[in-house]
């Protein structure tokens, strides 16, 4: 009963918020996503990235661990989603991206800070940075059908990342005052981006959900195991891999639909999986969150 109850408290608001900015639609209620989203990409999540990495304790040797772990849970979750997608005869624009990079960010983040502490949301901010890089280099390169390096160093976040990976490695601190205001900054991160989630999940159109579902069960298994298997291998601490196995996991990202659109992939079978991962969210995740815990 105690654990059910410490599980329902870490994901209960999460899935509020989510549920605040799905209901704010459902009411009729302005939500311009772009705005927040642009807000959210290019200035909030920066900092929080860059302040996160940069006032973690993880030491040095955890890091590299957690880093190379995570690249190659992903890397292993890329290779089974790609078999999978070729045997299902997906198309493979449309479906690999999805099926690797989740939505560690509007859902792994808070989750990862309300069931493990700062200490959890340290690593689970390594973990993003890992997938935001890959996201924005293979990512864009599977879905665009080319990749643009351009594209990569223009994008904030990839250069937050960098930047507090560099401050982090040599242990240098920004001035109280920078440090206090991009802190202020990054807070409003993680109470936007769950808000957001739900709206753009009230917004989204879909059918055929039957390939979603079982899709994006594929995703949890292929997930878990992935991750379960690169913490072994690189002997994380149970901290750093319940973080990675719950990142790894997290459902399908709405940016994926986003990138879909904007570079000319089939869009709606992408909105299912965002749609039916994360509904079937609700139910996985705190299974999971009662095995890692």
Not at 30 to 47: A, D, G, I, K
Not at 99 to 111: A, D, I, K, R
């Amino acid at each position: 009963m105690n654990m059910i109850l410490t599980v329902l408290n870490i994901t209960a608001p999460v899935f509020v918020l989510a549920a605040i900015g799905f209901v704010w639609v459902k009411l009729g209620f302005e939500y311009r996503v772009e705005f927040v989203t642009r807000l959210t990409m290019t200035l909030s999540v920066p900092c929080l990235i860059f302040v996160a990495l940069m006032k973690t304790e993880i030491e040095p040797e955890a890091l590299a661990a957690l880093s190379l772990a995570s690249l190659a849970a992903y890397l292993l979750v890329m290779a089974a989603s790609f078999a999978v997608v070729k045997i299902a005869q997906l198309d493979l624009r449309t479906f690999l991206a999805p099926l690797v990079f989740g939505n560690t960010g509007n859902l792994g983040l808070p989750l990862a800070l309300f069931a493990f502490g700062q200490v959890g949301f340290g690593y689970a901010v390594v973990v993003f940075a890992v997938m935001a890089i890959l996201s924005f280099t293979i990512g864009v390169w599977i879905v665009s059908g080319g990749g643009s390096l351009r594209r990569v160093v223009q994008e904030p976040l990839v250069g937050a990342t960098l930047l507090g990976a560099l401050f982090l490695w040599q242990g240098w601190q920004t001035p109280m005052v920078i440090t206090n205001t991009l802190e202020l900054i990054g807070q409003m991160a993680i109470p936007i981006m769950l808000i957001t989630l739900g709206v753009a999940v009230a917004r989204l159109e879909t059918k055929a959900m039957t390939q979603a579902i079982w899709l994006s069960l594929i995703k949890v298994i292929i997930s878990v195991a992935a991750a379960w298997g690169a913490a072994t291998w690189f002997g994380l601490d149970p901290v750093a891999a319940a973080v990675l196995i719950v990142q790894i996991a997290t459902p399908v990202a709405v940016t994926s639909y986003l990138l879909a659109e904007k570079y000319g992939a089939d869009a709606q079978p992408v909105a299912g999986l965002v749609v039916a991962s994360t509904v079937l969210s609700v139910i996985y995740l705190p299974v999971i969150l009662a095995f890692v815990i």
